[in-house]
């Protein structure tokens, strides 16, 4: 056993979370244990208190509790459980776009981007072994999507990618854009909700409740969340095809902030359930009949500037099966709007 180590960080190790970075200077330790240094306070960040996902600076100290010098013996009739072979198939087929660098994913619905509360043990963190293709450590998150929310998530296939790619979402300087139905039609049909967020305290304690910007100084735990929509298409005043730009990255923004403005996004029980009436028709978040029941919601277009080739790469998802019925009904076409509506304005 060790004893207790006082750690700088370096620049070259600087910019990711820091269990990963813990489990990676320190390979016998693993994420129950850093879970636990996190709960006792016996890790922590130039002296503060630390959760596992936070991230690690150029120049913070690091105090690490004693630590076994090595893994613990693994039982011999242990076997690492095996990702079923449907599931390699489906990650898989999900593979959007891949270089020596980067996987881009359409991410199907239903699927979690991380283990966590109530998100079961199935999800793409836990089945990137898959999307190994003979690299030495698996593909890395970095940045996520909501469960029921599909479409475009991006891994990096090595730690340095990772970090320059989490930099860019930080910095703002890659470009969304998701598509959305919504219950009724957005006036006017451009522009850009400035509400902030707090968690609610709700089910899960996940949801969140929007407030006046002029709030958020005030409120303890609130961020500032900005998202700009343009109305594409609509079927009377009973519901719109918005394209919506996360300027910030907050937990449930799109879904929030739409609900808040009287249109939330078709199938979202949690911010636009059956009590909540637009105020036009009052259809809520279900238009009924053929349209499915499920979020629609999907991240349809990415861009971003490589971080190792300095190109600008641009990648769009196609709809999930569930969406793509609900554009076949309503006549919309996914070729008759422009791929950013926002572009004279970006």
């Known amino acids: 056993m060790s004893g207790v180590q006082q750690i700088t960080i370096p620049a070259e190790e600087a910019d990711q979370r820091l269990d990963r970075w813990l489990k990676r200077r320190f390979p016998q330790v693993t994420q129950g244990m850093v879970e636990k240094f ?16 936070d991230r ?18 693994v039982p011999e009739r242990y076997q690492a459980p095996k990702i079923p072979k449907d599931d390699v198939k489906m ?13 881009a994913l359409n991410k199907p619905p239903g699927l979690p981007s991380q283990g966590g509360s109530g998100q079961g043990d199935r ?12 690299y030495k ?39 969304k854009i998701y598509w959305a139905i919504v219950a009724g039609v957005p006036h006017p049909q451009m522009g850009t909700i400035r509400y902030g967020l707090v968690k609610s305290g709700g089910y899960g304690n996940e949801k969140m409740r929007c407030i006046l910007p002029a709030e958020v100084e005030a409120t303890e735990g609130a961020k500032r969340a900005t998202t700009d929509f343009a109305v594409l298409e609509r079927l009377g005043s009973r519901a719109a095809w918005v394209a919506l730009v996360p300027i910030t990255g907050r937990t449930h923004q799109l879904r929030a ?51 190792v080739t300095g190109k600008e790469i641009t990648l769009t998802a196609p709809l999930p099966e569930h969406m793509a019925r609900s554009w076949k009904t309503l006549g919309w076409n996914e070729n008759d709007v422009p791929a950013d509506p926002f572009e004279d304005d970006a």
């Open 38 to 53: 996190c709960r006792k306070g016996d890790l922590r960040l130039d002296g503060k208190r630390v959760k596992a996902s």
């Open 56 to 73: 690690v600076v150029a120049g913070q100290t690091v105090r690490v509790p004693p630590l076994p010098e090595t893994a613990a013996p």
């Open 91 to 103: 990650i898989e087929d999900a593979i959007l776009w891949q270089d020596d660098h980067i996987i």
């Open 123 to 134: 999800h793409v963190d836990g089945l990137t072994e898959a999307l190994m293709f003979g």
């Open 137 to 175: 450590e698996r593909p890395v998150l970095v940045h996520r999507l909501d469960k029921d929310t599909s479409g475009i998530l991006l891994l990096a296939r090595t730690p340095r990618v990772a970090r320059r790619l989490g930099e860019a979402f930080r910095n703002r300087t890659t470009r």
């Open 257 to 307: 902030h739409m609900a808040e403005i009287g249109h939330p996004i078709i199938g979202d029980g949690k911010y636009g359930g059956s009590g909540q009436e637009n105020l036009g028709d009052g259809w809520g978040a279900q238009l009924g009949g053929d349209i499915s029941r499920k979020l629609h919601l999907h991240a349809r277009s990415i861009r971003f500037t490589h971080p």
